[in-house]
């Protein structure tokens, strides 16, 4: 028996607006929020992850760097949801092409095509329910997310590539191919347009209270807020998930090694010259909030070790396990004047669950490499 | 060589990376099917509802356009986002995770959106009728 294609696929669409002038004006907002999501995507993690040769270049300045690059990535995405839906609404026609394949061209092609849109789902699927901290896959989140980036990176880029010629013939309302497209669709595809702009605005508007604490009283659907947390600070990793208690710390101590190594109580460390700072706390998950700090300079515990001008350190935490326990703080932070050891927060000593009795707070990094309840610092 | 050639190459070579850095994960075929059932799940449950609301509509008489269809793009995608809060099972790590009332805020986004849509549309029923009476009068 011979297979033979039906004349026609199986779907047909009579609706308007499925068209390259639709797909170019979504796709260029949604290339644009995309290219930010990946920027802003490889230097967090790189951030958070340096290869040796970058830790001691990381700049600790501008102090507010990682929370608006880390605010823009979930804000980006957030914003591609509705844009990548309203792509694919324009054109899901052509997942029905007829014939399905002409040409092995065209074949990878579609597959290419395939990748792209998976690619796109997945990355938004997943840093979505991320910042929710609900991990429903059976991979680990971090590489898998950081791999895929790169892949719908390539993916785009390929796009844009192959359709390049209908890109540029439907770039503006002006151009050729617009004009040859049915002029009574016009009105029709601004209204369209409008509306998904409006959905940007509205998914923006009712999560960004998480990161820019004005526009707190809008939040509806964020993860985190601002106006919620001891002390005015949202928490991520409690004490009790750390498996601190105030009777572990009944007799603690900081030891700084060094050089020359020695130990200090809590009071001893009181006793000395205290800083006031306001930092971030910028969450990876994209949350932040700004606070108040009162502690020692790292630099000034490093320098009585014997820590040179150019010490970075090492900072080991009470907690018994966890991926940040142990972290390493390049040159360019530990000797930030802001980098402090801090035994206080917005005017109260720190609470157990912001790292009593000492945490770190430094410029521009990561809220997981701000690490609490520290019982050890090496100068290195 | 040319802007297409080029821009190619380097999506064809970060592709490649990304597909590469894949490969070294545990059981990429795990990932794999997260990847393709996200395909599946747009393409063979999301779009097609979204058509087939639009068709059921037009069958009913009602046209697609303008503001209601604007309200309907950002309902849905309030609800797209809201849904990750709406859902999740299980405790949170502590009470400043997942902090707000989420129902309760999905629920008034929605009653605001239609709430807009229907004052907007009755707003432009009476202009039109007025106008109309007004062009009769004349
Ligand atoms: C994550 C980002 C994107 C995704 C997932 C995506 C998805 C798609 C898909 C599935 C198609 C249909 C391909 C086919 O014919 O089989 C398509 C077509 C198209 N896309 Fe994209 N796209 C993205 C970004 C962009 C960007 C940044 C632009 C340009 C600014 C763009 C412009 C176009 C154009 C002009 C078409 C052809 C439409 C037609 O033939 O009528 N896309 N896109």
Known sequence: MRFTLPPGPPVTFKARLHDARTATAIGRWLGLAMAV??????????????????????????YWGYRLTQGLHVASGIAA??????????????????????????????ISVAVLVAAALFELFTGLLNTFQWYPWPFNFVPVHYAVAWLLLGALLLHVAVQWPLIRDHFTRRSPGTLALPAAD????????????????????????????ALGALELFGPRSPSHGAQGLPVNRTAAAARITPASLADWRLTVHGPRPYTLTLEELRAMPQHDVTLPIACVEGWSKSAHWTGVRVRDLLERAGGGADARARVVSLEAAGAYRVMEMGRLYAQ???TLLALRLNGEELSLDHGYPARIIAPNRPGVLQTKWVGRLEAA | MNFR???????????????????????????????????AVHDGFIAPLVFAVAALAAAAGLRLR????????????????ALPALLRPGGTANPTVLPLDYLRNWLLAMAAIALFTVVHAALHAALRALTRRADRGA
């Open chain 1, 186 to 213: 016009g009105p029709d595809r601004r209204q369209l347009l409008l509306g998904v702009t409006a959905a940007v605005g509205a998914v923006t508007l009712t999560t960004a209270g998480q990161s820019v604490t």
């Open chain 1, 37 to 62: 999501c990946f920027a802003t995507g490889v230097l967090s993690h790189y951030l958070q992850h340096p290869p040796g040769w970058l830790a001691d270049r990381l700049p600790s300045r501008p």
């Open chain 2, 66 to 81: 303008g503001v209601p269809r604007a309200a309907l793009i950002v309902a849905g995608s309030l609800t797209a986002i």
């Open chain 1, 336 to 338: 930030d004047p802001l």
């Open chain 1, 81 to 110: 949801v509705p844009l990548l839906l309203a792509k694919l609404w324009a054109v899901y026609p052509r997942l029905f092409a007829w014939p399905p394949v002409r040409s092995l061209r065209h074949a990878l092609e579609r």
């Open chain 2, 5 to 39: 050639h080029v821009t190619g190459g380097l999506g064809l070579a970060c592709a490649a990376w990304g597909g590469w850095l894949l490969l070294q994960q545990p059981e990429p075929w795990r990932i794999a099917v997260w990847l393709g059932g996200a395909v």
